[in-house]
Structure formats: structure tokens, C-alpha cells
């Protein structure tokens, strides 16, 4: 168990929709990670906040967004989903000065 | 761009032999080098991993092999086990800055050991 929870596991949902994702980081670490992992894709960096800040965006959609939240849980909002949506998203997250990202078990989305 | 290039995309080695999974990089900012095991239904966990200025690392049957004026670093199983069968993703950081801790992976090595 590396302590990052994600939560659905699962989610079936129709194209158009509207899903979010939600983390609970490994207790006291600040930085959360968002990855798309998709067959043609392989793992893609999405976004990375820092203590409730946003710190750096990589191939994430604008019809994706992401926030942290105070007690530093995360949640990447999903929008207007399409099929190529379908894919596992995994949050990470590092204590401050580690090297170490640990990940959660993931949640696989598939849009319909 | 895939700024870690990785092979092979899938390898089968018979129980007790070495697996030996490649991968290539361009960017000279990466300063940390892990690789990752990932099982089916399963988020990726840390295995082992390497900074550039050594060369070798081992950890029990893994040991990464670094060579920086290639820009390339290996994986080497030793003594494979059925138990090894995962998908194995390289993967690379960028020094400081406000990427710190992003990680650019391969595309993954999915290894089969067959008893």
C-alpha cells in the first residue's frame, strides 16, 4: 500500500459527461501529481500542485482541470468526456524533499 | 516527443534467466533516473533508482547500469521469477525548477518469466 488514495476505482460514464476524480495524498505531503496512463499514450504527465498552488501543467486538456484543496486532497475534473477520455488516471505524491513519487492504485475511467 | 525512449515493448525470459530492459534519453536536465513495477489493477511503485553521477546500482536482483555520455540506462533482472511479470516503465526527472518531481516515462516493458 504506498498511502495515496484514489477514489472511484471504477467509473462507466457517456460521452459529454461531466466525472471527477478525487486523492487523498500519502499524509503530510504537499505535492500531488495527476498522470493519464492510455494504451497509445503510455504514462502522461497532467498537472502538479503544490501546497494548493498549481506548479506545473503538461499535457493536460482544457476540458480537464485539477485543484488541491486545503487539507491537501486532490481532484482533477473531468469535462465533456469523450471516448479517447478512456484511460487510467493516477495521482502521485512526494513529501518535500524526497525523490520518491508514490502512487495510488489508479482510477480506470471508460467513457461510453 | 518522447522524451524517454524505451525497449523493448515486451520481453519473455525463461525462470532464472536476465531480463534486460532498455532506455534512451535526450534531455541533459534529467538528474534522476527510476524505474517503476507495475501490475495489472495496480498503480506504478518505485523499484530502484540511479543519478548520474554513479554508474551502477544494485538492489538485490535489480541493478541499473547508467552511461551518461550515451544518455542511456538499463535494467538488468537477475535469476528472473515468474513473480517478476510486470509491466516495467523507465523514467526520467528534470533538476530543480518548478517541474520538480515530474517524471517523463517510457512506454513500458511488459515482462513475462515463464517458470
Known amino acids: 500500500d504506498s498511502g495515496v488514495t484514489q477514489t472511484p476505482k471504477h467509473l462507466i460514464t457517456a460521452t459529454g459527461q461531466r466525472v471527477t476524480l478525487r486523492c487523498s495524498p500519502r499524509s503530510g505531503d504537499l505535492s500531488v501529481y495527476w498522470y493519464q496512463q492510455s494504451l497509445d499514450q503510455g504514462l502522461q504527465f497532467l498537472i502538479q500542485?503544490?501546497?494548493?498552488?498549481?506548479?506545473a501543467k503538461g499535457n493536460i486538456l482544457e476540458r480537464f482541470s485539477a485543484q488541491q484543496f486545503p487539507d491537501l486532497h486532490s481532484e482533477l475534473n473531468l469535462s465533456s468526456l469523450e471516448l479517447g477520455d478512456s484511460a487510467l488516471y493516477f495521482c502521485?505524491?512526494?513529501?518535500?524533499?524526497?525523490?520518491?513519487?508514490?502512487f495510488g492504485q489508479g482510477t480506470r475511467l471508460t467513457v461510453v | 516527443q518522447q522524451q524517454v525512449k524505451q525497449s523493448p515493448q515486451s520481453l519473455i525470459v525463461q525462470k532464472g534467466g536476465i531480463s534486460i530492459i532498455n532506455c534512451a534519453y535526450e534531455n541533459t536536465a534529467f538528474d534522476y533516473f527510476p524505474w517503476y513495477q507495475q501490475f495489472p489493477g495496480k498503480g506504478p511503485a518505485l523499484l530502484i533508482a540511479?543519478?548520474?553521477?554513479?554508474s551502477e546500482k544494485k538492489e538485490g536482483r535489480f541493478t541499473i547500469s547508467f552511461n551518461k555520455s550515451a544518455k542511456q540506462f538499463s535494467l538488468h533482472i537477475m535469476d528472473s521469477q515468474p513473480g517478476d511479470s510486470a509491466t516495467y516503465f523507465c523514467?526520467?526527472?528534470?533538476?530543480?525548477?518548478?517541474?520538480?518531481?515530474?517524471?517523463?516515462f517510457g512506454r513500458g516493458t511488459q515482462l513475462t518469466v515463464w517458470p
Open positions: 540511479i543519478r548520474p553521477d554513479v
Open positions: 500542485y503544490y501546497n494548493g498552488e498549481e506548479r
Open positions: 523514467a526520467a526527472r528534470p533538476r530543480g525548477g518548478s517541474t520538480l518531481g515530474r517524471l517523463y
Open positions: 502521485a505524491s512526494r513529501g518535500q524533499g524526497s525523490t520518491e513519487a508514490f
